[in-house]
């Protein structure tokens, strides 16, 4: 009895699935080896996926007064779950612990506006891009000198921590950057005229100033970049697969269009198979 409580604990440890968890305490013959080969569920790894996300970032995860999570990222990864008959539970983390996170295995995988890129891709995989994004810069509404990236060079820039926002700051000029735990408390900086812009998804500076959460801000300009988010899960994972075809079906069947018109109120734009 001991050896099996053991072995179950390893494998809710490992996070095998639901179904091998059942295989160790059914009281059958062949106990499952913690890799799960060789017993009655050789693709049970997926079972749960434990889904990292940082949820200050509305509209794509945020938390209801009651803490549940919300938004465009959650619907669409609970969808995912549906589609591919796993459960996904959801884990809170600091957005620049999620990439330790997935390093470490103690998440499988994570949903959180996270962006495509390269660097990222020698660490951890991504899914197919499942939404077109990019960086806008945040000013005050009554500034006129800062209307473009040149016209940051020197200037105050808050960012949130181990974004690719923080990134395209850190290439400005001569600015001074201030980091900060999350892209709301950065564009709070702003308001408080603390600092002279921000620099953040566009989409989220967007739906902060539209929805009243954060007063007196303009967004200036272009579209500073062009980016796509993706799903991150560690590197090699066996659900990349899992997940693509779950967002394929997804796309394919009208679902994922439906989240795309609850969240943004607009019919979806194409997406490219690959951000690269
Ligand atoms: N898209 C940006 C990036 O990947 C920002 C993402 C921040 N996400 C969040 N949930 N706070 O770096």
Redesign the pocket.
């Known amino acids: 009895m001991t050896m099996r409580r053991s072995i179950f604990l390893k494998n809710m440890a490992l996070g095998l699935g639901a179904s091998l968890m059942l295989a160790a305490c059914g009281g059958g013959d062949s106990a499952p080896s913690a890799t799960g080969e060789g017993g009655e569920a050789p693709d049970a790894a997926a079972a749960v996926l434990r889904v990292a996300?940082?949820?200050?970032?509305p509209p794509?995860?945020f938390q209801a007064e009651d803490g549940e999570l919300q938004g465009f990222?959650i619907d669409l990864m609970n969808a995912i779950g549906e589609e591919a008959g796993v459960e996904i539970q959801f884990e809170s983390l600091p957005?620049d612990g999620i990439i330790p996170a997935l390093q470490a295995g103690t998440v499988d995988a994570a949903i959180?506006?996270?962006?495509i890129?390269e660097e990222?891709l020698q660490t951890v995989d991504f899914s197919r891009p499942y939404i077109k994004?990019g960086?806008a810069i945040a000013v005050k509404a009554d500034n006129t000198d800062i209307t473009s990236l040149e016209d940051l060079a020197g200037k105050k820039i808050a960012v949130?921590i181990?974004?690719?926002?923080?990134?395209q700051a850190a290439e400005v000029d001569g600015a001074v950057i201030s980091t900060f735990d999350?892209?709301p408390l950065a564009l709070q900086e702003l308001a408080n005229g603390n600092v002279d812009a921000v620099i953040?998804?566009a989409p989220?500076t967007l739906d902060a100033i539209a929805s009243g959460n954060i007063e007196g801000l303009k967004v200036v300009g272009e579209l500073v970049t062009e980016?796509f988010?993706g799903i991150a899960l560690p590197k090699g994972s066996e659900n990349v697969d899992l997940i693509n075809d779950a967002l394929m079906a997804l796309m394919e069947n009208g679902t994922y269009a439906e989240i795309y018109q609850k969240w943004f109120g607009t019919e979806p734009t194409e997406l490219p198979e690959s951000a690269f």
């Open positions: 996300t940082e949820p200050a970032f794509f995860e990222d957005f959180s506006g996270m962006t890129t990222r994004a960086l949130q181990g974004t690719t926002g923080a990134d999350s892209a953040n998804d989220v980016e988010y």
